[in-house]
């Protein structure tokens, strides 16, 4: 199948998704585990959204990898049997990176307006909200690359009904 959807795996605006992914979601993680106190994650938001950052990091940069060694031999990495599995994972983590985004924020702005926590004091309720922002950043990239493989998927899901 050499179908080139740009945003697919295997193409340079894929590889430009995923590393965009990528950094959001570390930044994510910086913004909420640098110098913070032990006792901010006995709030479950704040550590659904680490734990998901840290499966979204390795797996958006394990397959910005495969994007770019696609490239550089330039050889398509569009395998029938894995792709199904890519595009399952990708969901999974999107809709995974928009709960824990949502549910960050929304903690974080009921903390702030509840007049704060002594773990949610200024500076660490806006570290919170910008680790929310950049883990709803990562999930809109998420979206258009499960979107773009998605739509490469499909042609191989209804060949193989016929």
Same mark, same amino acid.
């Given at each position: 199948m050499?179908n080139?959807?740009?945003g697919?795996?295997?193409?340079?605006?894929?590889?430009?998704?995923?590393?965009?992914?990528?950094i959001?979601?570390a930044?994510s993680?910086?913004f909420?585990?640098?110098?913070?106190s032990?006792?901010s994650y006995?709030?479950p938001?704040?550590?659904?959204?680490?734990?998901?950052?840290?499966?979204v990091?390795?797996w958006?940069?394990?397959?910005?990898?495969?994007?770019?060694?696609?490239l550089l031999?330039?050889?398509?990495?569009?395998?029938? $049997?894995?792709? &199904? !599995?890519?595009?399952g994972?990708?969901?999974?983590?999107?809709f #995974?990176?928009? /709960?824990? %985004?949502?549910s960050?924020?929304?903690?974080?702005?009921?903390?702030?307006?509840? $007049?704060?926590? &002594? !773990?949610?004091?200024?500076?660490?309720?806006?570290?919170?909200? #910008?680790s929310? /922002?950049? %883990?709803?950043?990562?999930?809109?990239?998420?979206?258009?690359?499960?979107?773009?493989?998605?739509?490469?998927l499909?042609?191989?899901?209804?060949?193989?009904?016929?």
């Amino acid at each position: 199948m050499d179908n080139k959807l740009q945003g697919s795996i295997g193409t340079s605006a894929g590889l430009a998704l995923r590393l965009g992914q990528a950094i959001f979601s570390a930044a994510s993680l910086l913004f909420m585990c640098l110098n913070v106190s032990y006792y901010s994650y006995s709030y479950p938001p704040f550590c659904f959204l680490v734990a998901t950052m840290s499966f979204v990091t390795p797996w958006n940069l394990g397959l910005a990898v495969i994007d770019a060694f696609s490239l550089l031999v330039k050889r398509s990495s569009h395998q029938p $049997g894995i792709l &199904p !599995y890519l595009v399952g994972v990708d969901w999974v983590l999107s809709f #995974l990176s928009l /709960a824990t %985004a949502c549910s960050t924020a929304s903690a974080t702005d009921y903390l702030i307006a509840s $007049g704060g926590s &002594p !773990y949610c004091n200024g500076n660490m309720c806006r570290r919170y909200q #910008l680790s929310a /922002a950049m %883990a709803f950043l990562s999930w809109i990239l998420s979206l258009a690359s499960s979107l773009f493989n998605l739509w490469l998927l499909l042609p191989t899901v209804y060949l193989l009904h016929l």
